[in-house]
């Protein structure tokens, strides 16, 4: 398969990121990629592109053709997203929740926003219910895509909605047109001082320990693939 556009979650796409370092470290070529990707951002900035050139073999390991990535489900890491770009892959974040069938909002292929889900969708207006300090609150979701309500569940249906707008759970800010997403309203724990804080800044190490091993784990299944190496010298 030589694919130009893939649907893929974080993980995955944080475990092909690492195989490339991975076997640029076996071939003990990482200074030189990092050398080859110094000089390739300088010529971008004169719009001089010759990443697809320079990363050839980097590419050839996902098909050759791969452009853009499109990842759901979970926040992807801002660093991993322009290390990925730095080959000449753009990684699109979007936002989705079943009950708005699912997509929510988007980056776009023309127009992206790095640490952010893009710009809602034409069918889909947001408001920030009961905002913060820093304009942080629940996301609240009105339109046509919006569920009319749980089936033969009242009280759900009734707990989920405020009038017309539909309450996600989900906390973030909207700001120029684009939305964050900061976590979930169910894990904030109120401080002593009312100030809000996101469970997972507590639980940010064990995350990040977890989502090793997984990774370590996804990356033994891609031994049978073939090597994720750049030969910029051979």
């Known amino acids: 398969a030589r694919p130009t556009y893939l649907f893929l979650v974080p993980m995955v796409v944080e475990s092909m990121y690492k195989k490339i370092w991975i076997s640029a470290e ?14 390739s951002n300088v010529l971008l900035k004169i719009n001089v592109d010759l990443r697809r050139i320079l990363f050839k073999s980097v590419l050839e390991a996902f098909g050759g053709n791969l452009e853009w990535v499109s990842c759901g489900g979970a ?21 989705g929740i079943t009950e708005c069938a699912p997509v929510v909002s988007s980056n776009r292929p023309e127009y992206w926003v790095d640490g952010s889900v893009g710009v809602p969708l034409c069918c889909c207006d ?38 017309e707008w539909f309450c996600s759970g989900d906390m973030g ?13 169910k894990n904030l724990i109120i401080l002593k001082n009312g100030k809000n804080l996101s469970h997972t800044h507590k639980t940010t190490q064990s995350y990040k320990f977890i989502c090793n091993i997984c990774s370590n784990m996804a990356l033994s299944s891609l031994k049978s693939t073939p090597e994720m190496l750049f030969m910029a010298s051979s």
């Open 173 to 185: 800010k909207y700001e120029n047109g684009i939305l964050y997403i900061t976590g979930r309203k």
């Open 26 to 39: 076996e071939k003990g070529k990482v200074g030189l990629l990092k050398k080859m990707i110094r000089i």
């Open 126 to 163: 947001i408001m920030i219910d009961s905002p913060d300090s820093s304009g942080i609150g629940e996301i609240l979701i009105k339109g046509e895509t919006v569920m009319q309500g749980y089936y033969n569940d009242e009280d759900a249906t009734r707990n989920a909605f405020k009038g």
């Open 75 to 95: 926040a992807v890491d801002i660093d991993i997203i322009k290390g990925f770009r730095d080959f000449g892959v753009n990684i699109i974040n979007g936002y």
